[in-house]
């Protein structure tokens, strides 16, 4: 069974929709949660970061923890071309970094 | 910009030949990760340090790869013999202890 895992998509949603991504985990000591936005040929770039169950807002972007079910999800409103990228999901246990395989996320335009 | 600079941004070699790269993270940044992506595929870790210690490595790592962070600041991985299987995308990333990491640009390694 993988650490993390992430339905790789791909996922297309209109323009000013709101994009769902999600993401599980299989180990539940595991304590911090980060998703991170890969453009085609980039490297990994910061969008989020969680520690405690629940939601946490920043702009467009909400992220969701639910530690019971050993599940966490990016939520974007309103989305952008822009946004069209894979998402990656990490999550750390002790002190590693286990990385998802990414979802594909198009917003058409 | 992340702060994590890394060098070269590309290396094409044949197999066999060693390679070597580098990565350079902020000060702030006492853990330092190096990954390897290949296509569709999330990243997958080799090894981190914790200023100069080098404190895990994957068991997927071969014996051909070995990594070091002499003064607890750059850090250079270097890979013997390679194999067409070591073609990838090899990151770097910088943080304090399990905070966010930041990724730099990473080197992409293609061999012929």
């Known amino acids: 069974q993988k650490e993390v895992e992430q339905n790789s998509g791909p996922l297309s949603v209109p323009e000013g929709a709101i994009a769902s991504l999600n993401c599980t985990y299989s180990?539940?000591?595991?304590?911090?949660f980060f998703w991170y936005r890969q453009y085609s040929g980039k490297s990994p770039e910061l969008i989020m970061f969680i520690y405690s169950n629940g939601d946490k807002e920043d702009g467009r972007f909400t992220a969701q923890l639910n530690k019971a079910s050993q599940y966490v999800s990016l939520l974007i409103r309103d989305s952008q071309p822009s946004d069209s990228a894979t998402y990656l999901c990490?999550?750390?246990?002790?002190?590693?970094?286990?990385f998802g395989t990414g979802t594909s996320l198009t917003v058409i335009p | 910009d992340t702060g994590v600079s890394q060098d070269p941004r590309h290396k094409i070699t044949k197999r066999g030949q060693n390679v070597t790269f580098r990565c350079d993270p902020i000060s702030e940044h006492n853990r330092l990760y190096w990954y390897r992506q290949t296509l569709g595929q999330g990243p997958e870790f080799l090894t981190y340090?914790?200023?100069?210690?080098?404190?895990?490595k994957s068991r997927l790592l071969s014996d051909r790869f070995s990594a070091e962070r002499p003064k607890g600041s750059f850090s250079t991985l270097e890979i013997q013999r390679t194999e067409q299987g070591d073609s990838a995308m090899y990151l770097c990333?910088?943080?304090?202890?399990?905070?966010?990491?930041?990724f730099g640009d990473g080197t992409r390694l293609s061999i012929l």
């Open positions: 990490a999550v750390v246990t002790g002190n590693q970094f286990y």
């Open positions: 990333a910088g943080g304090q202890g399990n905070q966010p990491q930041h």
């Open positions: 340090f914790q200023n100069e210690a080098q404190l895990e």
């Open positions: 180990d539940r000591g595991s304590q911090s």
